[in-house]
């Protein structure tokens, strides 16, 4: 059985609602991971832009099944994310995997979450009253 590696760095992470665990049970956790790119806060969602060298963004990596990819695939697509080939740091190793990112056609991108961490920006920005 073929099985890809995800990188989930948004609502899907542990610990919100709609957690992986939750909403997709089958995913296996393989470990908090980091990617090159930069994280924006898009509203009620964040986007990845990838490539940003100097710049990681903080997020989970998921083992999934080649139906349960096609179930990501339909879940992210439906609000116009697109999944992408990325190298995913996992402790001291770097593996490929799939991340799915906004449609930059879609979405204009907003503010720069510097933490790279979108779980603890989304803490941040509730505490102050702010979306």
């Known amino acids: 059985?073929?099985?890809?590696?995800?990188?989930?760095?948004?609502?899907?992470?542990?610990?919100?609602?709609?957690a992986m665990a939750i909403r997709f049970p089958t995913a296996k956790f393989v470990g908090d991971a980091k990617v090159s790119g930069e994280l924006y806060d898009l509203g009620a969602y964040p986007g990845l832009v990838l490539g940003a060298a100097?710049?990681?963004?903080?997020?989970?990596?998921?083992?999934?099944?080649?139906?349960?990819?096609?179930?990501?695939?339909?879940?992210?697509t439906s609000s116009d994310y697109l999944r992408k080939?990325?190298?995913?740091?996992?402790?001291?190793?770097?593996?490929?995997?799939?991340?799915?990112?906004p449609d930059p056609e879609v979405y204009p991108l907003r503010t720069l979450i510097t933490s790279g961490d979108w779980i603890e920006y989304a803490k941040t920005s509730k505490d102050d009253g702010n979306e």
């Open 85 to 101: 080939p990325v190298e995913i740091f996992l402790d001291d190793q770097q593996k490929s995997g799939w991340v799915y990112g």
């Open 54 to 76: 100097n710049s990681l963004v903080v997020g989970e990596a998921y083992e999934v099944d080649e139906e349960l990819l096609n179930e990501l695939d339909a879940f992210e």
């Open 1 to 18: 059985m073929n099985t890809h590696l995800v990188f989930i760095y948004g609502s899907l992470r542990r610990g919100s609602a709609g």
